[in-house]
């Protein structure tokens, strides 16, 4: 294994590098952002007046349905395991994957997931139109036929995470360099063990919960269906079982970036590493005991609710936890604010004020008021776009020189991140007032009232979508006429095994573990 | 913890990527066939899946042979199987999480009971309510032999409950119960493969070679039991996957299992082949054990079922 990448397509078709299976996930995953993107700006182009201007309401439906789909299953999982696959053989001193073969299985499913998906909207009756938490009976007995397509293609994702999760797990448990202990291994590959843990844990219970849905549609079982003796509420206790850990499956991975990033421009040891790994467990327990916190308005005993609702507000402790670590990683380090501290900084601004705006709708009975509204929407944007993808973005203008052994352009990459930042906030900012006035997610039109605000969420999210087209093109700039960089240390205070690797980083890393001492 | 210097990472191969192809395939054709489309889509799946898993086992056990599995090789394999049953286990807590919540929390407020008596007997009156204008006249009971369609709606009903339940008939027809013999079939299999285990750690290949022969026939015997236990369901007790939520529960918890044990009886009976072809030593045994853990998976999975399926019922 001592020679360098294979010839022509084959390369990418049958390797078994880490590298490259990251590559592939990273590209697979933007390919699938900006597909998701483009049905988001569908939904904001309809919404930017009331009335109906360009889609029918039952494409409509479909928009949302697959552009939450497409984001969280295509665009922001396959991202964060594409950075687990370049990142975390390199900053545990591993020669690669533990299981090389099935790592390439996990990534090339992938495709064949997504292109039965979409090719649902091209199908007779449309694709699926029931949101991305495919509510039963929506699902079952009021969905499309596509509904088969995308049951089976949440099949093969779901085996794909699967798969790769197991991965992570066996190289971090097996892999690691002589000395690398479990309290010395960097953050990043703490928040993705955990992670990991989540996904095997959760992803068969999606693939349990979609199983009942094709039993319900096509051979007469009555899971979700109370003339049975069944009830759909069934359904979204399962779903969000499955459902609760996802949130977390997609953000602490984030956190596990932000923790590399802030110490690297801070020039300072991370402060309370313990105490955040320790924290990232803390979460990822309580995630599978809080499921029906989104499900209060669905007639639940009081006791059930009270529960659901103390239990989510403890979440709020080990997250606290670990802003106050990041804050007080900054206090008093040399600072520079480099394009990827740019994006961080703002994870930890904007991430805490979508924890905060959880923590309102924790409350039972302030839940009754913001449920199935824009708040909600504002919500989960603030903690999906500017906590996980934000801090996506952080990573790969982090790694990206390391990776190819170029450097972005700064200005660039600051221009980008403002043009993102200010962008985000006009989008997802009003949503919150929409919310609280009142305006329900998931419709095609809207009252008078709502109009402004509408208008200018549209208007930023055409600024934010443009902001993407500005990574792309600073990406492809880099890779193509970017400044080369040789020191291993592309950053000054940046600390780690994968900086002691020549830049860029070599086909194959630590064929020989290294020892840490 | 990483100790050796070299850990075998193989060369580019074209399995992974085939064996997508046939999920893929898999996945349209399963849609397409459901739909009452052409099953030839997901056979074709079926037949690459079949041959890209032979291909690539006996890769593996090959280079296994060839001496390129280190120990740290091994135990990842050891980890990814591992995690592979809990994954597994996580895919029956959804059935079961689904029974418990039916039988516990639904089946009371259908019938406008309270679905934990322990502090306090009065229902809420959501579900009063949902007895009395959505179902009314049925009446909480387990299993449900009586739907809450069928209360409500006579014969009229779309969703009718089984003529006959699975739960245990009374003590003078114990013999009969074919669930019982089943627990008694699979229990004993894990005690055999335990036994062959041990042949072949103390060296014995004969007492190794026996007693998983026994364990694989003793899995074909359930899976005959199981078959015949759905005919007769079918043909005599009036138990489809169509009668109500007792059905459903039913035959989706049992149905699952027994699909885990044909693929454990299958992993098993690939070791009882390569156990007669000489494979396996006392310290080299990955491809054994890893088929027996699961092995005791399913037969702990059973003992889940023969409980609150069965008995408790």
Redesign the interface.
Known sequence: ?AHGP?KGI??W?????HKDIGTLYLWFSFAMFLLGGFFAMVIRAELFQPGMQLVKPEFFNQMTTMHGLVMVFGAIMPAFVGLANWMIPMMI????M?????N??SF??L???F??LTSTLFMDGGGPNFGWTFYAPLSTTYAP?SV??F???M??MG?SS?MG???I???V?????????YMKMPLFVWTWVITAFLL??????L???V??M??DI??????F???????P??FQ??FW?FGHPEVYIIILPAFGVVSQIIPTFSRKPLFGYSSMVYATAAIAFLSFIVWAHHMFTV?M?IAGELYFMYATMLIAVPTGVKVFNWITTMYKGSLTFETPMLFSIAFVILFTFGGFTGLMLSIAAADMQYHDTYFVVAHFHYVMVAGAVFSGTAAIYYWLPKWCGKMYNETMGQVQFWVAFVGFNIAFMPQHFLGLAGMPRRYADYGLQFADWNMVSSVGAFIYGGAQLMLLFNVVMTIRNGKPVSDPKVWEGAEGLEWTVPTPAPY?TF???PTVK | ???E???Y?????????I???G??L???G??TW??GGTNMIFLVGMLIMAAVMYK?WSTVIDENMRGLASH?LK???V??ML??I???V??F???F??LF??RV???S??GGEA?FGMFDNTP?D?AVANNAL??PGYETQWP?MV???QAANGAA???S?PEQSMSFPGWDRLLQWLPLWNTLVLLTSSFTVHIAHTGLKNHDRKKFVTWLGITVALGVIFLILQAEEYIEAYQHMGLT??S?????TF??LTGFHGAHVTLGTVMLLIAFLRSLKGHFTHDDQFGFEAAAWYWHFVDVVWVGLFIFVYVLA
């Open positions: 294994m294979a084959g390369r078709l049958f390797t078994t590098n001193g591993a020669p690669d533990a299981l090389p073969r099935m390439n299985l090339w499913i495709p064949f997931a292109a039965i036929d088969n397509y049951i089976f293609a099949h093969i085996a699967i999760s197991i991965n797990i066996a190289t448990m097996n892999m690691r360099a002589p000395g690398m202990t095997v844990a959760v992803m068969p219970v693939a349990g919960a199983t009942m094709l039993m096509n051979f007469g079982t009555s899971f269906n109370a003339a049975g003796g069944g009830d509420v069934l206790h399962v079982f007639g005993p194959h064929a020989t573990p | 913890m990483s100790t210097s070299s850990y990472v193989p060369e580019q191969s074209k399995l992974p990527i064996t997508a192809a999920m893929g898999i996945a349209y399963a849609a459901v739909l690539w740290q135990h990842s394999y980890l990814g995690w592979f809990f994954s597994e996580m895919f807590a959804a059935f999480g689904a919540y039916v929390i639904v089946n407020w259908l679905a809420t959501a959505l179902w449900v739907t809450p369609d009903a779309q969703f409950g996957l169509e109500g939520i007792y059905g459903t035959f989706m």
